[in-house]
């Protein structure tokens, strides 16, 4: 043992000096090629002397990186998240006008805007250098990427030898799409787990398959705040929508807003009587619920703990952050990204591209902490976790969800995300070969997204314009654009410690007699409230006469669910479709279009206490696909209609089929149980669902 402990650190002072002579070379070069950096005195010094000089300063910016930079970042966790990244630069080099300033041979000197630029180039090469040198070394690897770790064990218990279950949720990819990347060629590492480069199975000199991709059916509520609480918690009960208006409470519900999203796991865990899928060992990265883990980091459900020792929702960009090395990279294709999106909006601009949605403002770096930031310390944060050897580790990462918003699902933007998604695939599955345990690979979708116009862009007004047209109420020339409500602005807003405000609706609305129209994406919901009970079909007639039949007969709009004083339920449709909810199966009218499911999936949100007055789904094109957005997106999610309701469940095929036969899952709580049941095949130490609690309800109430 003593001899492999000297072996380990003879090998780490080796790699060490490596990095420090390889610093010290570029330090020299740049030296060279820029004019305000300079390694000599203004009389001249030999080559010796200016070597020792570059050496001196070499070292002392190491140290520094490694002792001062940590606690710099940890300092400025005080900070937003986005200001930390924009700050990286000043940072680094001012460690190296400091390296500069204590260096022994008191020589050197560089202007403060080339401190910048030399400190990024050597923070980059000593980065790869160490990185080259220690994946010969199975262990330093490993000891390097521990570092990502947002947070280390108190206690180094032995690691079981059991697998673990890594599940990776990639963020609005529906099922279709997946299949045609790979077909493409643009996800090379899930086409490997297929054992093609197609996604059809075939014979001959291909690998064989390592999982199996099967398809799941979304609720109604077609979106990620419903979907994730559903599969990390068992209960998509009572979520109708993105956002909804609570009469009882006189709020608006909003799913990426921290105290809505602490408001939602609290019923779903007092509904099902269970603490989620990660109560035990487990961890939570990026999502907007906690699953129960102990380990969490960006999650939104405890952001607005600000106070709470329990709050670690930003612990991760310190663990991310503390190597000046990932600070400088991610910082670097963060500019990257964004001079990117420029670049794509104005050439779909030239080319006046439809349907399009305005990519201006603040937009480009929305994208950008998406596609780049929070992909990087999510996927830095898995690797710690699987490193750690934790049992269950669930990540969301939502790059090419808040891309195909504004670029289209099938766009060539979202293509290009999808590709550098598998890239995080590849170094998950190479990082699995480095854990002190096995690990299965999950990867599934929350949701998928439907192509299409904005309604606003159609017809020329906002939904809410038309609903205040059929109450006699007042329409304004121009309709005020709504919030795109992706998941990424949460983040966003977490990461700046600013609350997720809505304009279509404050956190708390005064009664009055306007209707509140809520968009979540193709999905709308319509509240009075000064009525404090969910109004029945009779009772908006006799209020409004002209909304109900102004509603569905629009063009633009599929269908309609109100509450009926004689039928309990009843869906609207034009030319004065009225059916019962009783009747759906034999006789759907307007829902036909949506296909199969579509009946149940509007019966239990029916069910819901916080459904609104008047549910509204868009009008929906079978042929090809389209639905249209009551947000400013033209690619949607959240309601009925096209590839939004269809995402993906990519599972090894070490693991049972998540269903028998030809059967597709229904619903994130069938998902939520799948994934149960892999946990215990694993022999992961999970918390056991209550019996008669709401998860198994729910199970009951779909098969009837």
């Given at each position: 043992m003593r001899g492999v402990r000297w072996r380990r650190i003879a090998s780490q002072i080796g790699r060490s000096v490596a990095v420090w002579a390889v610093s010290t070379l570029t330090m020299l070069v740049l030296a060279g090629l820029l004019p305000d950096f300079r390694l000599q005195s203004a009389d001249g010094d030999s080559a010796t002397?200016?070597?020792?000089?570059?050496?001196?300063?070499?070292?002392?910016?190491?140290?520094?990186?490694?002792?001062?930079?940590?606690?710099?970042?940890?300092?400025?966790?005080?900070?937003?998240?986005?200001?930390?990244?924009?700050?990286?630069?000043?940072?680094?080099?001012?460690?190296?006008?400091?390296?500069?300033?204590?260096?022994?041979?008191?020589?050197?000197?560089?202007?403060?805007?080339?401190?910048?630029?030399?400190?990024?180039?050597?923070?980059?090469?000593?980065?790869?250098?160490?990185?080259?040198?220690?994946?010969?070394?199975?262990?330093?690897?490993?000891?390097?990427?521990?570092?990502?770790?947002?947070?280390?064990?108190?206690?180094?218990?032995?690691?079981?030898?059991?697998?673990?279950?890594?599940?990776?949720?990639?963020?609005?990819?529906?099922?279709?799409?997946?299949?045609?990347?790979?077909?493409?060629?643009?996800?090379?590492?899930?086409?490997?787990?297929?054992?093609?480069?197609?996604?059809?199975?075939?014979?001959?000199?291909?690998?064989?398959?390592?999982?199996?991709?099967?398809?799941?059916?979304?609720?109604?509520?077609?979106?990620?705040?419903?979907?994730?609480?559903?599969?990390?918690?068992?209960?998509?009960?009572?979520?109708?929508?993105?956002?909804?208006?609570?009469?009882?409470?006189?709020?608006?519900?909003?799913?990426?807003?921290?105290?809505?999203?602490?408001?939602?796991?609290?019923?779903?865990?007092?509904?099902?009587?269970?603490?989620?899928?990660?109560?035990?060992?487990?961890?939570?990265?990026?999502?907007?619920?906690?699953?129960?883990?102990?380990?969490?980091?960006?999650?939104?459900?405890?952001?607005?703990?600000?106070?709470?020792?329990?709050?670690?929702?930003?612990?991760?960009?310190?663990?991310?952050?503390?190597?000046?090395?990932?600070?400088?990279?991610?910082?670097?294709?963060?500019?990257?990204?964004?001079?990117?999106?420029?670049?794509?909006s104005t050439r779909a601009r030239i080319r006046k591209q439809r349907p399009r949605v305005s990519r201006g403002g603040l937009y480009p770096l929305v994208r950008a902490f998406a596609t780049v930031v929070e992909r990087d310390v999510v996927v830095a944060a898995v690797m710690g976790d699987m490193l750690a050897g934790r049992t269950a580790v669930y990540a969301d990462l939502v790059a090419y969800d808040e891309v195909a918003h504004h670029s289209g699902p099938c766009g060539r933007d979202a293509e290009k995300v999808l590709q550098r998604l598998d890239r995080c695939l590849a170094l998950l599955q190479r990082v699995a070969e480095h854990a002190p345990r096995p690990y299965r690979i999950v990867v599934l979708s929350d949701h998928g997204q439907s192509p299409g116009e904005t309604f606003r862009s159609r017809y020329g007004l906002t939904l809410g314009d038309l609903v205040r047209a059929g109450c006699g109420l007042h329409v304004p020339r121009r309709a005020e654009r709504t919030h795109s409500g992706a998941e990424a602005r949460a983040a966003v807003r977490a990461a700046l410690r600013r609350p997720v405000e809505e304009r279509s609706g404050q956190v708390r609305r005064p009664p009055g007699s306007e209707p509140i129209v809520l968009a979540s994406g193709n999905l709308a919901l319509v509240s009075f409230p000064d009525v404090h009970h969910r109004m029945t079909k009779e009772e908006i007639d006799e209020r409004h006469p002209a909304l109900l039949t102004t509603l569905a007969n629009h063009p633009g709009i599929g269908f309609l669910l109100v509450r009926s004083g004689e039928h309990d339920g009843v869906v609207l449709g034009a030319h004065g479709a009225e059916i019962p909810l009783a009747r759906l199966d034999e006789e759907p009218g307007p829902l036909a279009r949506f296909g199969p499911g579509a009946?149940?999936?509007?019966?239990?949100?029916?069910?819901?206490?916080?459904?609104?007055?008047?549910?509204?789904?868009?009008?929906?094109?079978?042929?090809?696909?389209?639905?249209?957005?009551?947000?400013?997106?033209?690619?949607?999610?959240?309601?009925?209609?096209?590839?939004?309701?269809?995402?993906?469940?990519?599972?090894?095929?070490e693991l049972s089929a998540p269903v028998d036969g030809e059967a597709e899952p229904t619903g994130a709580e069938q998902v939520h149980r799948v994934l149960r049941r892999w946990l215990r095949e694993l022999n992961g130490p999970q918390v056991p669902l209550t019996e008669g609690t709401g998860t198994d309800d729910a199970e009951d109430e779909r098969a009837a």
């Open positions: 002397r200016i070597a020792i000089t570059a050496a001196c300063g070499a070292g002392a910016f190491g140290v520094l990186s490694a002792v001062v930079w940590p606690l710099l970042v940890r300092l400025l966790l005080l900070v937003p998240a986005l200001v930390l990244g924009l700050l990286v630069f000043f940072l680094n080099g001012s460690l190296l006008l400091l390296a500069l300033r204590v260096n022994p041979s008191g020589r050197g000197d560089v202007a403060p805007e080339t401190a910048v630029i030399v400190a990024a180039v050597m923070s980059a090469v000593a980065s790869a250098t160490g990185a080259a040198l220690a994946v010969r070394d199975d262990e330093a690897y490993r000891r390097r990427l521990h570092r990502l770790a947002t947070r280390r064990r108190r206690s180094d218990p032995p690691c079981p030898t059991t697998p673990g279950l890594v599940v990776v949720q990639l963020d609005g990819v529906g099922h279709d799409v997946l299949v045609e990347a790979v077909r493409k060629g643009l996800m090379p590492t899930v086409g490997s787990w297929l054992g093609t480069g197609d996604g059809i199975p075939r014979t001959g000199a291909l690998p064989a398959p390592t999982h199996r991709l099967t398809p799941w059916h979304t609720d109604w509520s077609s979106q990620t705040g419903a979907s994730q609480l559903g599969i990390l918690h068992g209960s998509t009960f009572d979520v109708p929508a993105f956002r909804w208006y609570e009469k009882d409470r006189g709020e608006v519900m909003v799913c990426n807003r921290p105290t809505s999203a602490a408001e939602l796991q609290r019923r779903a865990v007092l509904h099902t009587g269970d603490g989620g899928l990660l109560t035990v060992d487990g961890a939570s990265r990026g999502n907007l619920f906690s699953g129960g883990a102990g380990e969490q980091a960006l999650v939104l459900s405890i952001a607005a703990r600000r106070r709470s020792r329990e709050n670690r929702s930003r612990a991760g960009y310190f663990a991310y952050f503390s190597d000046p090395a990932n600070a400088v990279r991610t910082a670097l294709s963060f500019v990257a990204e964004v001079a990117r999106e420029i670049g794509q009946a149940a999936a509007v019966r239990r949100t029916h069910s819901f206490p916080h459904t609104a007055d008047i549910m509204v789904n868009s009008a929906h094109d079978p042929a090809d696909g389209e639905v249209l957005a009551f947000e400013e997106q033209i690619g949607s999610h959240g309601g009925l209609g096209g590839a939004q309701s269809h995402p993906f469940l990519l599972s090894p095929l």
